[in-house]
T-cell receptor
Framework: DGGITQSPKYLFRKEGQNVTLSCEQN?????MYWYRQDPGQGLRLIYY???????QKGDIAEGYSVSREKKESFPLTVTSAQKNPTAFYLC?????????????FGQGTRLTVV | AQSVTQLGSHVSVSEGALVLLRCNYS??????LFWYVQYPNQGLQLLLK??????LVKGINGFEAEFKKSETSFHLTKPSAHMSDAAEYFC???????????FGKGTRLHILP
């Protein structure tokens, strides 16, 4: 089945550590996104990528980094510079060139700093 | 820059009553508009989308939304609420086909028995 896979589902990090969240899609979508969700804040865009080897900052990119070396993969690294990383992280993809303008979402990764 | 405003962070309706969730958008160009639903600890599922075709858009689970350019609105409705509709709903906007998708803060829908 085609879809978006985020791993792990739950992740615990010690303060000062970097951690990488995985996002893989087999939908052949060109565009991929990372959102952060906090209670009452909705989804805020961290980074997005419209093609391989290119990505743009969203509204809250500080303390995060991404790479897009392959079409299928868009990993997100939460660095120690992110002051409040505890949140629910959602990865999504879309295929504007294929007429699928809407975003398809993974099941999310819940990150907790301990 | 485009944005969406969802009016009411919590909405309660009785089972069988009309559901109305409000969304107003801001966009400098004709927008693409979306409604998503999220159940606890899950990703988002698309309910419906508007992409400059018919202004009344029908989606899954009996939901529909009407695009009103004059009011810059894209409100979500369902004639008769079911208990299973209890969830969080997000309105989203994109300025064009290739642009980023921006979400509102969400409205949590409560269904009263």
């Amino acid at each position: 089945d085609g879809g978006i896979t985020q791993s792990p589902k739950y992740l615990f990090r010690k303060e000062g550590q970097n951690v990488t969240l995985s996002c893989e899609q087999n939908l052949n979508h060109d565009a991929m996104y990372w959102y952060r969700q906090d209670p009452g804040q909705g989804l805020r865009l961290i980074y997005y990528s419209q093609i391989v080897n290119d990505f743009q900052k969203g509204d809250i990119a500080e303390g995060y980094s991404v790479s897009r070396e392959k079409k299928e993969s868009f990993p997100l690294t939460v660095t120690s510079a992110q002051k409040n990383p505890t949140a629910f992280y959602l990865c999504a993809s879309s295929s504007p060139s294929g007429g699928r303008t809407e975003a398809f979402f993974g099941q999310g990764t819940r990150l907790t700093v301990v | 820059a485009q944005s969406v405003t969802q009016l009411g962070s919590h909405v309660s309706v009785s089972e069988g009553a009309l559901v109305l969730l409000r969304c107003n958008y801001s966009s400098s160009v004709p927008p693409y508009l979306f409604w998503y639903v999220q159940y606890p600890n899950q990703g988002l599922q698309l309910l419906l989308k508007y992409t400059s075709a018919a202004t009344l858009v029908k989606g899954i689970n009996g939901f529909e939304a009407e695009f009103k350019k004059s009011e810059t609105s894209f409100h979500l409705t369902k004639p008769s609420a079911h208990m299973s509709d209890a969830a969080e709903y997000f309105c989203a906007v994109s300025a064009n086909r290739d642009d980023k998708i921006i979400f509102g803060k969400g409205t949590r829908l409560h269904i009263l028995p």
